[in-house]
């Protein structure tokens, strides 16, 4: 470990780097519970190990996979998904900065944004130690992440019996787990509430994939609110570092 | 089925979100209000992927033990439990409920 401390990038504290340290512990658990999930449900071993590479966006992962496995068709879960990675867009912004202004490394960058990189480059203000705090969480969670879904997809092939061991029950845990720190407001609250008894009630009359989007309906009750807005704090970004 | 064709069209439109901010020459703000609604939809995306995949099996209600389990995982996550403990005691709370002959 010593090592490793002396040969961080000038600017990254050690706080921070315990803490990226951290985020990177509990992305290889998410990470596994995504490949055993997505392998044992009957996808093939390299569907979540792709999607980790080329997507590498947890909750959009999880989400399409989920509307598959729940017998959705590929373009329901593409959708899913890219509503679920429309919250990239404003962090792209947050962090336009610490990519620098060379092509590869803006590309680069962008590829590796999540929730996570994003929240640790925007705890410091000195552009040194934002990009320090930016590119080690960045490149140390993708090396992670997609190692634990190799991991976890093969894992996920040794359980033959998944309903025994209350597997099917791990991945809306998970699911629960990534969000329930974001319901920090009562209109985000009603928001899901709402969404969550639309998308359950039309779920014998829709077609698989299909609910999910309906309970999109339920931001209506998020916005139309005008007295309220000013007196609540707007929601906090999903963080999903914190909580995995 | 998750096809190969399906995987690139969710990552390139995953990258066009991302590398939109990075490529704006001038520094765009977008409204508070987009934000809000952005991180607003990803939550009602998760609360009702997480509801559904609790409640139905395809177009049928999934029996008890299963949202049982994924009850234990809300509780435990308002309490802020940590993530592994949050999945294990779901599982572990369906299997033994099965185990007992709850469906």
């Given at each position: 470990?010593r090592?490793i ?9 050690r706080?921070t ?20 999930i ?28 989920g509307?598959?496995l729940a ?45 996570e990189s994003?929240?640790?480059a ?22 992670c992440?997609n190692?634990a ?11 033959a ?7 099917d ?14 319901l ?7 928001a ?26 339920g ?5 139309r609110?005008?007295g309220?807005r ?15 | 089925?998750?096809p190969l064709?399906a995987?690139?069209?969710l ?10 901010g990075p ?5 765009v ?16 995306l ?17 029996g ?12 435990l ?27």
């Amino acid at each position: 470990m010593r090592s490793i401390w002396r040969t961080l990038p000038a600017g990254l504290d050690r706080r921070t780097a315990r803490d990226i340290a951290l985020v990177c512990v509990a992305d290889v658990l998410v990470g596994a519970s995504f490949g055993a999930i997505s392998v044992s449900g009957g996808l093939a071993w390299w569907v979540p190990v792709v999607l980790s590479v080329v997507v590498f966006a947890g909750g959009a992962q999880f989400a399409a996979v989920g509307v598959v496995l729940a017998g959705g068709s590929a373009f329901a879960a593409v959708v899913a998904g890219l509503v679920l990675n429309a919250r990239l867009l404003p962090f792209g912004f947050a962090v336009a900065d610490v990519l620098g202004t060379r092509w590869r490394t803006r590309l680069v960058g962008a590829h590796l944004t999540t929730d996570e990189s994003v929240a640790f480059a925007i705890r410091h203000d000195d552009p040194d130690r934002r990009r320090a705090a930016f590119w080690v969480c960045a490149v140390a969670l993708f090396g992670c992440w997609n190692l634990a879904v190799v991991g976890g997809a093969f894992a996920g092939r040794l359980v033959a019996d998944t309903d025994a061991f209350g597997l099917d029950a791990a991945f809306p845990a998970v699911l629960v787990a990534l969000v329930v720190p974001s319901l920090s407001t009562s209109r985000t609250r009603v928001a899901a509430a709402v969404g969550a008894v639309l998308a359950v009630a039309t779920t014998p009359f829709l077609p698989p994939g299909l609910p999910v989007l309906v309970a999109l309906l339920g931001l209506a009750a998020a916005v139309r609110r005008p007295g309220r807005r000013s007196q609540e704090p707007s929601p906090e970004p999903l963080d999903l570092g914190r909580s995995r | 089925m998750m096809p190969l064709v399906a995987i690139l069209a969710l990552a390139a439109g995953t990258f066009a979100f991302r590398v939109a901010g990075p490529m704006a020459r001038h520094q765009v703000e977008l409204p508070p209000r987009v934000e809000q609604l952005l991180s607003a939809a990803a939550v009602v995306l998760l609360v009702a992927l997480a509801s559904t995949s609790a409640l139905m099996v395809g177009q049928q209600f999934a029996g008890l033990a299963r949202p049982a389990g994924v009850l234990v995982a809300g509780v435990l996550a308002v309490r802020r439990a940590p993530f592994p403990v949050i999945v294990v005691a779901a599982a572990a709370t369906t299997a033994v409920l099965r185990l007992l002959g709850v469906a």
